[in-house]
């Protein structure tokens, strides 16, 4: 189904200082990263708590942590209320809701922030649309890291498959209801994204080969240490290295 995740191709993880990874976060010049994070192989790899070892590492180097409060399941309950409304996706998301001081108001794809970082001026009932909050992350040019997940994962690549208006892509509207306290809510219509029937029963993007594409064109730098997948790249910058591959090929993301 949608939001799927690659089949894990990692090696064994094995321990890593966390000086290495603090050397490696300090080396990136910005106040704000977006996390992609799959817990079970930072468990292996960090001493004690894998949840604390990474928030607790990851606040001290940047002013504001983002990560994905995805709840997909309103696409067929219509029910999701901003604070309460548990991710469905990864356990550092689940644990990160509880020390997070704000999430979008996006029914499906919330993003939690720990920090200053904002999307007041962002429609946040269309997800991947042109005055969405991901429009805004790309216009920030984003920096996202992808630690200890299978492999290359990135939400930005839906963003851009909406913006691109690629042919097996639909925008689908989901009615339902946003609470944001207990007598405080209304009714919404949640604009966001889907493959045409028949292709996404099979489909969805093939993420080794897009990571590799772009680790071969500099988009993509691999910090990988000891089995621990480390990813970095910027939102414009899988964009401009996309971009003309998809004016070519509508459906290399997918392929």
Known sequence: MLDRLPVDTTDAVEPLEKRVFEELLSSFDADT??????LSDVNKAADGNPYTFLYDTLTDHFESVLAPGFTPSFRTCGVYHNQFSKPEYGMFSKLFRE?????????????????????????????FGPSG????????????LDIGTDDFLATQLHYLEVALDLPYVTTPQHDGIVYYDVDDYEEITQSNYGYEYDFWLETFPNWPKIRRFLQN???LDDHSRNGLTLYS???????????PKLEADPYYLVT
């Open 233 to 243: 790249f910027r939102a414009q910058e899988i964009r401009e290295a996309l971009e």
């Open 217 to 219: 064109v500099d988009a």
């Open 33 to 38: 990263v977006f996390a992609h994070v799959g």
């Open 133 to 144: 909050c991901w429009q805004q992350l790309e216009d920030d040019n984003m920096l996202y």
């Open 99 to 127: 020390d997070a001081n704000y999430r979008t108001d996006d029914a499906i794809h919330s993003i939690l922030v720990d920090g200053s970082y904002r999307f007041d001026d962002c429609d946040h009932h269309d997800s």
